[in-house]
């Protein structure tokens, strides 16, 4: 059901320039297959500055043969004959506008498309004011993706803060890992995003991994960083706040062993519980 894999997340630093940012994900992507990870990660907005001024300049329509982005990562992923999950990207579509992770095998065929679910709206007094649904369109559907090595659930950023989500995905016992393209800021990032990568792993029995982009404290949102991926029983491995890549071999022993002897998912009580 489940066969062993190298993880690599790719914490790169995004800037405003969209060539920039699809040279950089050339570069990392390279670098992580050459050391050997079968499945690669990009972070949230990859090929654009996070935040709703910019969405609409840098999205791309993603049935478009020539999209540059898309055109890149099918190239990567065939080059590398790697997984590629394509962090995010702003998408075009019609009229709309989505936050949407396309995902290579590495034939370079799609397979997984995922538009992020819950919309990052967030106004703190005196902390971050973001409306991502300003601009942006949710998504309506949970993503699980097929690949040799296990099923994959995928959300993008701010769908890691809803149990609900992360147990869609997960309560497929083939579902080994759930993996979150991210970009959190300092401000949420520093309070959260480490318990709550831990606090699904650890909920759901499987391995969970969020991929940020390095912090880059010239733009208007600065993000987190910390890419880290978690196991089944919590323990975690991460990265600060820098450029870099997070590799991290996952071995899904431990998985199999903690399912058959802590059995939160069986004991779960849908009788009681209300929506
Ligand atoms: N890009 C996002 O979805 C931000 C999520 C975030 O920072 C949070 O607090 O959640």
């Known amino acids: 059901m489940y066969k062993d894999f190298k993880l690599g997340l790719c914490q790169m630093l995004v800037t405003m320039s969209k060539e920039e940012n699809l040279a950089k994900a050339i570069e990392i992507v390279g670098k992580a297959a050459s050391s050997g990870c079968n499945i690669i990660v990009l972070p949230e907005c990859f090929n654009s500055p996070y935040g709703t001024n910019y969405f609409a300049e840098y999205a791309e329509d993603i049935s478009d043969s020539e999209s540059p982005t898309l055109k890149t990562l099918k190239s990567l992923s065939i080059q590398y004959s790697i997984y590629l999950i394509g962090g995010s990207i702003p998408e075009k579509n019609e009229n709309k506008i989505f936050n949407t992770s396309v995902i290579f095998n590495p034939n370079g065929e799609i397979i997984g498309i995922h538009r992020k679910v819950h919309l990052y709206d967030m106004d703190i007094p005196g902390g971050i004011r973001c409306f991502e649904s300003d601009v942006i369109s949710p998504g309506n559907q949970a993503t699980i993706v097929n690949t040799e090595y296990c099923k994959i659930g995928i959300g993008i950023c701010y769908d890691i803060n809803f149990p ?3 147990w869609t995905l997960s309560k497929d016992d083939t579902v080994g890992i759930l993996i979150f393209p991210g970009c959190f800021n300092i401000d949420s990032g520093s309070k959260y995003w480490e318990l709550l990568m831990k606090v699904r792993a650890f909920d759901n029995s499987i391995f ?48 199999v062993r903690w399912r058959n002897n802590i059995l939160f998912r069986k004991h779960k009580r849908f009788d009681v519980y209300r929506q």
């Open 208 to 255: 969970v991994a969020g991929c940020s982009q390095a912090r880059n404290n010239d733009a208007s949102y600065v993000s987190w960083g910390h890419s880290i991926v978690v196991d089944p029983l919590g323990q975690h491995e991460n990265i600060d706040e820098k450029e870099g890549i997070l590799i991290k071999d996952i071995r899904f022993d431990e998985l």
């Open 164 to 166: 609900e989500y992360s």
